[in-house]
């Protein structure tokens, strides 16, 4: 059965870090874009970044560009999404999918609420003092 499993989530600090991880299991990162989506309570779920596992390009949400890194290791099936100067704001569950249809790689983060992804059960970031 294919699935992600997230974690690294926790609670932290305004301006703390936190690094999650997306693990893969059941088929390998190849020719797929992985995306980083987080959905706050009572809100839409968004799209926080997104990388291609072949050459590595990304997209980042103007709201963590410049905070957030996302990357990947092919070898151990993970994706990792690291999390500077943390804010209020990027409180909620973190979940990550794979996509194998779009070709650029901002696709899935723009247009996931159009797409029937399987979601796992994330892992939860708070961000509070």
């Known amino acids: 059965q294919e699935q992600f499993v997230e974690s690294g989530g926790g609670l932290v600090q305004p301006g703390g870090s936190l690094r999650l991880s997306c693990t893969a299991s059941?088929?390998?990162?190849?020719?797929?874009?992985i995306g980083w989506f987080r959905q706050a309570p009572g809100k839409e779920r968004e799209g926080v970044s997104c990388?291609?596992?072949?050459?590595?390009?990304?997209y980042y949400d103007k709201s963590v560009k410049g905070r957030f890194t996302i990357s990947r290791d092919n070898a151990l099936n993970t994706v990792y999404l690291q999390m500077s100067d943390l804010k209020l704001e990027d409180t909620g569950v973190y979940y990550c999918?794979?996509?194998?249809?779009?070709?650029?790689?901002?696709?899935?983060?723009?247009?996931?609420?159009?797409?029937?992804?399987?979601w796992g059960q994330g892992t939860q970031v708070t961000v509070s003092s």
């Open positions: 990388i291609r596992s072949t050459d590595g390009s990304t």
């Open positions: 059941g088929f390998t990162l190849d020719d797929s874009i």
């Open positions: 999918v794979r996509d194998q249809k779009y070709s650029a790689v901002s696709g899935p983060c723009l247009f996931n609420k159009y797409e029937s992804y399987t």
